[in-house]
C-alpha cells in the first residue's frame, strides 16, 4: 500500500470484484455464502503495516514524506536497506494489547502484513533469511505472527493476513529495480511463483489466516494465468480461506477499493471492503500527524456499511511495536460509539434507498437504522418509503421521543431539538412487511434536457462510482451496468451525449443503451486515458411519456474496462 498514484488506482480498480459464486473451484453458492459468511456480518476491521521500514520512521536525508514503500521512493541500495533488519527490535510488542486494542475499537477482523512489497517477512520464514529471523527480536525467539494470531484468538478476533505479490528485494521478481544490488542473475518468474507459493502456504499451514490480502499485482510479470493458479492453489490448500481480489487474474472473493468508499458500491451480490489510512500513510511515519477525526471514521464506517461494503482501517505501529497513541485514542472512541450502536453496522445489509439527504441507512431484516448526521432543517427526518412505521426509537437514548407520519413522499419522523451523537445518531425503526422504497424519478429541466449524473445510478454487476467527482467504472463483466429511474413530462426524440474517458490502448468500449422501449448500440471513442473526460454525442433515442429507466451495459466483457462515466445527458432534438 501507499500513496498510489492515480495510474495505479485505475489498475487496482479494474481487478474485478468477485461475484456472487468464486470462479476456479467447484463452490455452491451456498457453500460460497456460508465461507463468506463471517465476513459480510464484521463489516469493520484493522489492518496493520508493520515491518523493518518503521525503522527510519519516514525520514531519509532531508525528505520525511516515507513510509512502506521507502525502498521504491529513496531508491536506497538493498544492501543498505538489509541494515535496518539489525535494528528492528520491537520490545515492547504486546499482541494482546493490539487485538485488545481492535476489539475495544468494535472491530471484528484483524489484517497484518506478513511480507510487504520489500520482501521482508514478518515471521521465520524456511525460505529465505529475510525475515524476522534476521533481526534481534527473531533471534530472541519472537514470532509476531504466532503470538498476534493466538491473541486474536483469545481476544475473538478474526486473524487475517496480507502479503505481498511484488517483491522488490527477491532476485527473481521480473522488474528488477537498479539500486537492487544484492540480486545476481536473471530474474526467473518461475522459480518466484514457486517461493511465492512456498511463504503463503506457510502462512497458512502455520498461522491458519480467515483472509490472505494480496497486493503488487499490477505490475507486467504477474499475469493473468499466475492470478488465476495462485487462486486456485490457495482455496485448495484451505477451501474456507478468503481471498480479495488483488490475487489478479479477474478472481478473488471480493472487491478492495483504497483510500475512497464508492458513491454507490458494488451492487447486490458483490462483497467488498474499503481500506483507509488513519493519517496519510500506511506503514509508520513519526512526522504524519494529518489524524481523521473520530467523527469522519465512524461516518466512514457507516458509509461503508450503508452500501453493502466494510471498513478496513490501518494503523501503523513504531519499530518498538507501539500503535500511536493518536491511533488508540481515535480508536477507543470509534469504540464508544459502537458500544451503544453496533447493531447498526453488524450483521446488516445495504440500504434499500437511493437517497437519504440526512445521512445513511442500514438494515437488518424488518429493522432499518438510520444513520442521522445532523438533524434536518425543521426537524422532520423523511424516510422515502411506504410502509407504515411500528416503532421508532435512538439506540442511544429510548426515551427520547419520535413521532411517525405518512405523507406522499415517504414516513416523516419528527425528532427532538437535540440528538444524542454528534457524530451519528441511530434510530432503529421497525416497519411492517418487506421495506417499500418510494422511487424518486429524475425529472426532465427546465429546457427539457435530462442529466443523469454518475452517483444517482443505481449500479450492477460490480460496476462502481467513486472519486470526485462520482465517475462509473469496473465495467469489466457484461453483466454490469448502471441506470437511472426518469419521468419523461415531454417525449420525443433526444440526442444522447456522454461524459466519459477511455485510454486509446483500451479495447473498443462498445455498448447498448436502453430507455422505455427505445434502444441504442453506440462505441465510445477512445481518450487520451481514464482521466481524461471529453462530452461526446452518441446517438438518438426516443422516448415516450411517462416513467422510464435508462441503462448502459457492455455490449460483452472488457476486462480492461468499458469506460469511465461521469454523466449522460439527454437533450431534445428540434
Not at 485505475?10 to 463452490?27: F, K, R, V, Y
Not at 528488477?176 to 522459480?191: C, E, I, Q, S, V
Not at 471514521?297 to 497513541?325: F, H, M, Q, W
Request: aromatic fraction near 10%.
Amino acid at each position: 500500500m501507499k500513496h498510489t498514484p492515480l495510474a495505479l488506482l485505475l489498475t487496482m480498480a479494474l481487478a474485478a470484484p468477485a461475484s456472487a459464486q468464486s470462479p476456479l473451484i467447484d463452490e455452491t453458492p451456498a457453500q460460497h455464502d456460508a465461507r463468506m459468511a463471517w465476513f459480510r456480518d464484521a463489516r469493520f476491521g484493522m489492518f496493520i503495516h508493520w515491518g523493518v521500514y518503521s525503522v527510519p520512521a519516514g525520514e531519509y536525508k532531508d525528505q520525511k514524506d516515507h513510509a512502506e514503500w521507502f525502498l521504491e521512493t529513496t531508491r536506497m541500495p538493498v544492501s543498505e536497506y538489509e541494515k535496518f533488519a539489525a535494528q528492528f527490535n520491537p520490545t515492547k510488542f504486546d499482541a494482546h494489547a493490539w487485538a485488545a486494542l481492535a476489539k475495544r475499537a468494535g472491530m471484528k477482523y484483524l489484517v497484518i502484513t506478513s511480507k510487504h512489497h520489500d520482501g521482508f517477512a514478518i515471521y521465520p520464514s524456511a525460505l529465505t533469511d529475510w525475515c524476522i529471523k534476521d533481526t534481534p527480536f527473531g533471534k530472541a525467539g519472537r514470532d509476531p505472527l504466532k503470538e498476534l494470531a493466538e491473541a486474536c484468538k483469545d481476544e475473538g478476533i478474526r486473524f487475517c493476513t496480507y502479503h505481498s505479490i511484488m517483491d522488490w528485494h527477491h532476485p527473481d521478481w521480473g522488474i528488477r529495480r537498479a539500486w537492487n544490488d544484492k540480486a545476481t542473475g536473471t530474474p526467473d518468474m518461475d522459480r518466484f511463483d514457486a517461493y511465492l507459493k512456498g511463504q503463503v502456504a506457510e502462512v497458512v499451514k502455520n498461522y491458519h489466516p480467515g483472509i490472505m490480502w494480496f497486493d503488487g499485482q499490477w505490475e507486467g510479470p504477474w499475469t493473468e494465468a499466475r492470478g488465476k493458479d495462485m487462486y486456485a492453489y490457495l482455496r485448495k490448500l484451505d477451501p474456507q480461506l478468503i481471498i480479495n481480489n488483488r490475487v489478479g487474474g479477474g478472481t478473488g472473493d471480493y472487491g478492495t477499493p483504497e483510500q475512497t468508499i464508492p458513491a454507490t458500491g458494488f451492487g447486490p451480490g458483490v462483497d467488498w471492503e474499503s481500506c483507509m489510512t488513519l493519517n496519510d500513510h500506511w506503514g509508520y511515519n513519526k512526522n504524519d500527524h494529518n489524524w481523521k477525526s473520530v467523527t469522519t471514521i465512524i461516518r466512514n464506517l457507516v458509509d461503508c456499511a450503508s452500501k453493502g461494503g466494510n471498513y478496513l482501517l490501518n494503523v501503523g505501529p513504531t519499530a518498538e511495536g507501539v500503535i500511536p497513541a493518536e491511533s488508540v485514542e481515535r480508536l477507543t472512541k470509534v469504540g464508544d460509539w459502537m458500544k451503544v450502536n453496533g447493531e447498526s453496522i453488524y450483521r446488516t445489509t445495504a440500504s434499500p434507498f437511493r437517497k437519504t439527504p440526512w445521512g445513511r441507512c442500514t438494515r437488518k431484516g424488518s429493522t432499518l437504522y438510520l444513520h442521522v448526521f445532523g438533524r434536518p432543517e425543521g426537524g422532520s427526518l423523511v424516510v422515502p418509503m411506504s410502509n407504515k412505521v411500528r416503532k421508532a426509537s435512538f439506540l442511544a437514548d429510548s426515551s427520547l421521543p419520535i413521532y411517525a407520519g405518512s405523507q406522499a413522499d415517504g414516513q416523516h419522523l419528527a425528532l427532538p431539538p437535540d440528538l444524542p451523537d454528534a457524530e451519528d445518531s441511530v434510530i432503529a425503526v421497525t416497519v411492517d412487511g418487506e421495506v417499500e422504497p418510494i422511487v424518486v424519478r429524475i425529472p426532465q429541466d427546465a429546457d427539457g434536457k435530462v442529466t443523469l449524473k454518475a452517483a444517482d445510478a443505481d449500479l450492477a454487476g460490480g460496476v462502481q462510482a467513486e472519486h470526485e467527482p462520482p465517475n462509473i467504472g469496473f465495467w469489466t463483466t457484461a453483466e454490469g451496468a448502471a441506470s437511472w429511474p426518469i419521468e419523461v413530462s415531454r417525449p420525443g426524440t433526444f440526442a444522447v451525449s456522454l461524459d466519459y474517458a477511455v485510454p486509446p490502448a483500451g479495447a473498443p468500449s462498445a455498448f447498448v443503451l436502453t430507455a422505455g422501449e427505445g434502444t441504442l448500440s453506440a462505441t465510445a471513442a477512445p481518450t487520451k486515458g481514464f482521466d481524461d473526460y471529453t462530452r461526446a454525442e452518441v446517438g438518438t433515442i426516443t422516448l415516450a411519456k411517462g416513467p422510464a429507466t435508462l441503462t448502459i451495459k457492455p455490449a460483452k466483457a472488457v476486462p480492461s474496462g468499458l469506460m469511465n462515466l461521469r454523466a449522460v445527458t439527454l437533450t431534445p432534438r428540434p
